[in-house]
């Protein structure tokens, strides 16, 4: 009987006492034990940064693909199921290639600890080196400088994505300490895409490019990126482009697609496939809006939204998108991790919001509990009840206000479990 790739995941969660412990010592020793798959893949484009890392991504998978090329795809965490993490040449794994490289990556680590991100990135890595493809994107799965994808000596091309404040356990305190971990994955020689950035953290981000002889391309100073009159508008040195304002909702997504056609341009794609990463791009759980699905049909009337943003920047991001909106009643069904800087996330929504339900996470050792995250979200200023489950949240809301716009949102593991139980 073949043993599926569920079980084999779950026996890779024992091998070492904690989730999160960076360091690069325990890759290199399984990668050399595998032959070195890092040093076979096809051209890799390395993104980093707080927010926005995925949906960047997915608009230069986009740009990409529309050329015709052959894209290998890394990026964590999955929602619903674990192969979402792992594209190769375009499609996600398939359950037999997943279980093999999983099974070979056990065997060559033998009884040796390992993280369950290290030992399942390097089965990614393994299926990369094996899979012909013309590109490999990947994305970081925390900080950069330690992260178990920075073994790549030299990629084509480096992207960092807004830096804030986030992961302060293992990323430093202040913002110049976390972009100095963001800035780990430049290499030397090799070009780096810097989006948006606080001042602080843009010099440290420059100081490290400068250091290793990195040409830098800077929002602001190498390119420029701007809504106007319902167009995206993107500038450099070669010239301007007139493009859709992007696919994915929200104003922060202007950002990302500038990154993304950054990215391109500097790869050397025409308009055509700047266009397509804008407006092809596929990003689930970055307020997305449900369609369809058993939550959908219980509350047929209610506009259903979905949004895994969990700190600050993102709660302004939503909120910024939630601003922009035909005016609606808005409630929010939040759910968030003990981990995070809650009232930080709800403040910047209060002006939007209704009211909040919260909800505990299920499933999740980490989740706080639905009682504190609504004492955070009256702190923050916003009207909050709790809720025993997402369904009976949204149950309770529609019984009121049967044409509510509703936001699920505070935590991608929410937002998992959401579209597994939505279908």
């Given amino acids: 009987m073949t043993v599926s790739s569920d079980v084999i995941l779950d026996r890779m969660m024992t091998l070492h006492p904690k989730v999160i412990d960076l360091t690069l010592a325990r890759v290199d020793r399984l990668l050399a034990?595998?032959?070195?798959?890092?040093?076979?893949?096809?051209?890799?484009i390395h993104i980093a940064g707080t927010n926005g890392k995925g949906s960047t991504q997915a608009m230069i998978r986009a740009g990409l693909e529309a050329a015709g090329d052959r894209v290998h795809a890394y990026t964590s965490p999955h929602l619903a199921r674990f192969h979402e993490r792992i594209r190769l040449a375009g499609d996600l794994i398939s359950e037999p290639m997943l279980t093999a490289l999983l099974d070979e990556c056990v065997i060559a680590n033998g009884p040796d600890e390992i993280t369950f991100f290290e030992i399942t990135t390097c089965a990614a890595f393994l299926g990369f080196a094996r899979v012909p493809a013309d590109w490999t994107l990947l994305e970081v799965g925390l900080g950069g400088r330690l992260d178990a994808t920075n073994v790549v000596d030299t990629p084509r091309l480096t992207i960092i994505t807004p830096v804030s404040i986030d992961h302060q356990q293992y990323l430093g305190e202040t913002l110049p300490e976390i972009a100095g971990e963001k800035a780990g994955i430049i290499k030397r020689g090799v070009p780096v895409v810097v989006g948006p950035q606080d001042p602080a953290g843009l010099a440290v981000i420059e100081a490290r490019a400068a250091r290793l002889g990195a040409p830098v391309l800077a929002f602001?100073?190498?390119?420029?990126?701007?809504?106007?009159r319902g167009r995206l508008v993107y500038q450099d040195e070669n010239g301007l482009l007139d493009l859709p304002l992007p696919n994915l909702p929200g104003p922060h997504q202007i950002q990302n697609a500038g990154a993304a056609i950054a990215a391109l341009r500097a790869l050397g794609r025409d308009e055509a496939a700047c266009e397509a990463a804008v407006t092809r791009a596929v990003w689930p759980a970055r307020m997305q809006r449900l369609r369809q699905g058993p939550l959908v049909d219980s509350a047929p009337k209610v506009e259903l939204w979905l949004d895994?943003?969990?700190?600050?920047?993102?709660?302004?991001?939503?909120?910024?998108?939630?601003?922009r909106m035909p005016r609606r009643e808005t409630?929010?069904?939040?759910?968030?991790?003990?981990?995070?800087?809650?009232?930080?996330?709800?403040?910047?929504?209060a002006p939007q919001v209704t009211r909040l339900h919260a909800v505990s996470i299920p499933g999740e050792k980490n989740t706080l509990p639905a009682e504190v995250t609504c004492d955070a979200a009256r702190a923050a200023g916003i009207d909050a009840v709790s809720a025993p489950s997402v369904a009976m949240a949204l149950a309770t809301i529609a019984a009121k206000s049967p044409e509510a716009r509703v936001l699920i949102c505070g935590s991608l593991y929410l937002a998992g479990s959401v579209l597994r139980e939505n279908g």
């Fill in 33 to 44: 034990a595998l032959g070195h798959p890092e040093q076979r893949l096809p051209p890799v």
């Fill in 220 to 228: 602001g100073q190498h390119w420029q990126v701007s809504e106007d």
């Fill in 308 to 323: 895994g943003g969990h700190n600050p920047a993102g709660g302004e991001a939503v909120a910024a998108t939630l601003a």
């Fill in 331 to 349: 409630h929010l069904i939040c759910g968030m991790l003990n981990t995070k800087d809650v009232t930080g996330y709800m403040t910047p929504l």
